[in-house]
C-alpha cells in the first residue's frame, strides 16, 4: 500500500517557541487528515484538507495541503503545555477501500 | 453521544489462548477498521470493514480474524495469541473510508 512518511518523530520545545510536523508521500493523495493523541489516549480527529494549496487555522494551528497534493504540515504557534502529545497525517489515494494510511506520527514534547 | 466503545481496556494472557475483543459503535458507520499501534511504528491496520458481512485484510492481518455480523459491532479475534501481538489496539469507524474516524480508548493486550 502507499505509504506517508512523517517527520520529525520527536520535537522537543520551549513552552512559547514555534512547532512544525510535516508529511510526504510519493503519490497524489486524494485528502488528508491529521489527528492528535494525547499520552495515554485515543487519537482524535483534527481536521482533513482536500483541495491542492489548501491552507487551514484552527486557533494556533495551521494546517497546509501542498500544491501537488503529495505533502502536508502542521504548525503550531507558541506551543502551551496542552499542546503535548503524538500527531499523526493520515491519507488517502486512489479509490481504495483500505481507508487512512497513517504516518508514524511526531511525538511532541514540551519543557515548560 | 456519539462513540466508539472497546472492551476490554486492559487484557494481560498467555499464549495460545483465544480472545475476543469486541468494538461497538453508536453512529450507524458503514466502515469500520482495527489498529495497532506500537512504538516507532505508528498505527498499523489489521483488518477493515466496509459493511456488514463485508470484511478485508489490512495491512498486518497475521494472526487476527474479524467479523462485521451487525452494522455497530466489529470484533477483533486472536485464536491463538503470541507475545508478539502485545500492543495496544485501537477500533475506529467513519462514514465512508475517507472521512474522519472515531477511535475506541483502545485495548492494551500483553500476551505473556
Known amino acids: 500500500g502507499q505509504q506517508v512518511m512523517q517527520i520529525p518523530q520527536y520535537q522537543h520545545v520551549q513552552e512559547g517557541e514555534d512547532f512544525t510536523t510535516y508529511c510526504n508521500s510519493s503519490?497524489?493523495?486524494?485528502?488528508i487528515q491529521w489527528y492528535k493523541q494525547r499520552p495515554g489516549g485515543h487519537p482524535v480527529f483534527l481536521i482533513q484538507?482536500?483541495?491542492?494549496?489548501e491552507v487551514k487555522k484552527q486557533k494556533r494551528l495551521t494546517f497546509q495541503f501542498g500544491e501537488a497534493k503529495k505533502n502536508s504540515s502542521l504548525h503550531i504557534t507558541a506551543t502551551q503545555t496542552t499542546d503535548v502529545g503524538t500527531y499523526f497525517c493520515?491519507?488517502?489515494?486512489?479509490?481504495?477501500?483500505?481507508?487512512?494510511?497513517f504516518g508514524k506520527g511526531t511525538h511532541l514534547i514540551i519543557q515548560p | 453521544e456519539a462513540q466508539v466503545t472497546q472492551n476490554p481496556r486492559y487484557l494481560i494472557t498467555v499464549t495460545g489462548k483465544k480472545l475476543t475483543v469486541t468494538c461497538s459503535q453508536n453512529?450507524?458507520?458503514?466502515?469500520m477498521s482495527w489498529y495497532r499501534q506500537d512504538p516507532g511504528l505508528g498505527l498499523r491496520q489489521i483488518y477493515y470493514?466496509?459493511?456488514?458481512?463485508?470484511?478485508d485484510k489490512g495491512d498486518v492481518p497475521e494472526g487476527y480474524k474479524v467479523s462485521r455480523k451487525e452494522k455497530r459491532n466489529f470484533p477483533l479475534i486472536l485464536e491463538s495469541p503470541s507475545p508478539n501481538q502485545t500492543s495496544l489496539y485501537f477500533c475506529?469507524?467513519?462514514?465512508?473510508?475517507?472521512?474522519?474516524?472515531?477511535f475506541g480508548q483502545g485495548t492494551r493486550l500483553t500476551v505473556v
Open positions: 503519490t497524489t493523495l486524494s485528502n
Open positions: 470493514s466496509m459493511n456488514v458481512e463485508v470484511t
Open positions: 493520515a491519507a488517502t489515494s486512489g479509490g481504495g477501500a483500505d481507508g487512512l494510511t
Open positions: 475506529a469507524s467513519n462514514q465512508t473510508p475517507r472521512t474522519e474516524a472515531f
Open positions: 453512529m450507524n458507520h458503514e466502515y
Open positions: 484538507l482536500v483541495k491542492s494549496g
